[in-house]
């Protein structure tokens, strides 16, 4: 069974069903043998979703600033630093700092987050114990629909477009019963969903090597970290969003070297 049939038969996101695989199951995939994972169907539909996507921005100067994309992500309450944030400068004759093995936390919390061209629209914080299955991400749609009225008048007024990757039927279901058309994401490609090449690892970026004592710790400072990124900066993603449809067009639906 893919990952695509999982999704759809239980009704939870490819993040869910990553995060259960990873996190659960102690089921890794190392980055080195995702490409092979693409076979030409997948490569045809990347290929396809992405020119649909390129063409549709080139064409409509306004099509990029009415998406609202998101998606979920853990936050832990401890991650490790980088080999690169943790580097300490030291004299040839000094002892090298010895430092012991550090892993992420067990304690987490998962964060759902909807941005667009201006900046997060929406975020919100799963319970405890709660599944992102497709009933409960339907009470999540209808709370975004809620901050894009208050917070986007021009979206609601207009048009919008919300791109994420749960392709559960009742999701999809309530998405037609309220008329509103989705940003086709195609699977097995985190290189082509802005929240997987941007938003969450910048987040976590800054956040890692921070021990936090509590739940309350966590969703405060990743929430503060979420607003701390500038208008620029959700501008600058949106482009190099455009950017990677035509690389992955220009690749025929291969993965490519990012940005």
């Not at 997987?196 to 910048?202: E, H, K």
Request: include cysteine; aromatic fraction near 10%; glycine fraction near 4%.
């Amino acid at each position: 069974m893919t990952i695509v049939e999982l999704e759809q038969g239980v009704g939870s996101s490819h993040g869910s069903i990553h995060a259960i695989r990873s996190d659960y199951l102690k089921i890794r995939v190392s980055a080195k043998f995702v490409p092979r994972q693409l076979t030409t169907d997948r490569m045809e539909c990347r290929m396809m979703v992405a020119g649909d996507l390129f063409e549709n921005s080139t064409q409509d100067p306004t099509f990029l600033t009415k998406i609202v994309t998101g998606d979920e992500s853990w936050v832990f309450a401890y991650e490790p630093e980088t080999k690169m944030q943790s580097a300490e400068w030291y004299t040839a004759s000094s002892a090298r700092p010895k430092k012991s093995r550090l892993v992420k936390s067990k304690e987490k919390v998962m964060l759902i987050a909807f941005f667009d061209i201006d900046g997060v629209v929406h975020h919100e914080f799963v319970p405890p114990g709660q599944t992102v299955n497709g009933h409960f991400y339907v009470q999540v749609l209808q709370r975004l629909r809620d901050a894009v009225r208050r917070k986007r008048c021009d979206k609601w007024q207009g048009e919008w477009f919300p791109h994420h990757d749960n392709a559960s039927l009742v999701v999809q279901q309530f998405l037609a019963d309220k008329s509103i058309p989705v940003v086709t994401q195609p699977p097995y490609s985190p290189d082509l969903a802005s929240s997987d090449f941007w938003l969450f690892p910048t987040l976590k970026m800054d956040l890692k090597g921070t021990r936090f004592a509590s739940m309350e710790d966590i969703k405060s400072n990743a929430t503060a970290e979420l607003r701390r990124n500038p208008k620029e900066a959700f501008h600058r993603c949106i482009q190099q969003w455009q950017d990677r449809w035509s690389k992955c067009v220009c690749a025929q639906g291969s993965y490519f070297e990012g940005d």
